[in-house]
């Protein structure tokens, strides 16, 4: 009851003083006005300068007067018609509000920590008959600010589809919204990979492909600093692909091939090897995983020591994620003891015919290509001539032979 009983005592006590200011200033007005000031004319000095301040900070605007003596200056907000000052005295009872005199001349408005509210027309005025005044109008500016909603997050979205990213960007004046990719690249070079417009605080992204993936930053200026940026990471799911360097190895029974795979893939992938149809190689490899760009990339290698001929044959990589499996196949061919027989063959025919060296090295993967053949038949079984066998590579290097004189 008595903390109650202060407040309205306070309250009271304020209002009389606030009032009773207001009178005493009148009275002092009028008499004022009753002396003989005649011959005596304030003027302004200059017109009041527009001010441009960025919200938080303090705006101050200067009404120059001369010729003052004891007329007053007041100053008051157009807009709302309030009065804020006259001369030294606060009228206003808002706190961020003051004012300040150099030698009867210069009169300064004080507004601290400016609100976006505080925007508009303020007026000086000095109290002859008829009153004389001019106005500045403050104008209030806003550092942009990106909103968390409606700007996109990041997101996950499947290769093919269409993606937009939004940039919802305030400020004053309204902010200008500019696109790039993680990396310093330009709007222009993400839309040559693949994005074909953007629409101030939209990007648009069609048909978004794996290289499409990665870091995209809206940025927000609008000359009030600071600059701001948000970053949105777009992650693109595909189904595996996989790289097959070599597809087909040659070696001898009790040697050995080093297999190699590589496979990309988003989310990360399961990689492994197999052996024919369904023999999961459980043993044996190694898998470097790496993720560049928002993509999981796998090198597969796989040792495969021939210790016995059902070592040879076709054996799968295999990279499998939430939106598929994909496999590509290689093929482990055995040389033969045939092999070095056909090769002494070619040797031979190539003595008679022309120049063994140039001869060999003009034809050296053709005549490769039908050695490793045959040795793969052999292998599987197949019966194949070695008289026709014979015939073929000599006469594939006859034609060498022509080819080289032609030459």
């Keep these: 009851m008595i903390n109650a009983w202060l407040t309205t005592t306070y309250e009271t006590t304020m209002d009389k003083c606030y009032k009773t200011t207001l009178l005493v200033l009148i009275g002092i007005t009028s008499c004022y006005a009753l002396l003989d000031v005649s011959g005596i004319d304030p003027k302004f000095s200059a017109p009041i300068a527009n001010v441009t301040v960025p919200v938080g900070r303090e705006g101050v605007m200067t009404c120059t007067v001369h010729d003052l003596y004891k007329y007053k200056v007041a100053w008051l907000r157009v807009d709302t018609q309030t009065i804020l000052t006259i001369e030294t005295l606060v009228i206003t009872k808002s706190e961020r509000i003051a004012i300040t005199h150099t030698e009867q001349r210069i009169w300064q408005l004080r507004i601290k920590d400016i609100r976006e509210s505080d925007k508009g027309w303020y007026m000086c005025q000095i109290n002859t008959d008829p009153m004389k005044s001019q106005m500045g109008y403050l104008n209030v500016v806003v550092p942009p600010d990106i909103l968390d909603y409606p700007t996109s997050q990041d997101m996950v979205v499947l290769e093919g589809t269409n993606v937009t990213l939004t940039c919802a960007a305030t400020g004053v004046p309204e902010p200008t919204v500019t696109w790039k990719r993680e990396g310093e690249k330009s709007v222009t070079s993400v839309e040559n990979s693949g994005i074909t417009s ?20 809206c940025i927000a200026s609008n000359g009030v600093p600071p600059t701001v940026s948000k970053r949105i990471i777009v992650t693109v799911n595909f189904q595996p692909i996989i790289r097959i360097p070599t597809r087909q190895y040659y070696a001898e029974l009790g040697g050995r091939v080093i297999l190699e795979c590589h496979s990309e893939a988003q989310p990360n992938s399961i990689n492994y090897w197999m052996k024919g149809k369904g023999e999961i190689i459980l043993q044996g490899g190694t898998y470097d995983s790496t993720l560049e760009d928002h993509v999981f990339k796998v090198t597969m290698k796989i040792t495969i020591r021939l210790e016995k001929v059902s070592d040879f044959g076709v054996y799968k990589c295999v990279a499998k994620n939430s939106l598929g499996t994909t496999e590509e196949s290689v093929k482990v061919y055995r040389k033969t003891s045939k092999t070095k027989q ?10 008679y015919l022309g120049s063994t060296t140039l001869i060999k090295n003009y034809t050296d993967n053709k005549i490769n290509d039908i050695l490793l053949t045959a040795s793969a038949a052999s292998s599987s079984g197949a019966t194949i001539s070695f008289a026709f066998l014979r015939l073929v590579i000599v006469m594939a290097a006859m034609v060498a032979i022509v080819a080289v004189k032609t030459l």
């Design 198 to 217: 953007h629409d101030g605080a939209m990007l648009h992204i069609y048909h978004i492909e794996r290289h499409n993936a990665g870091s995209y930053h």
């Design 342 to 351: 056909v090769e002494n063959q070619i040797i031979q025919q190539s003595n």
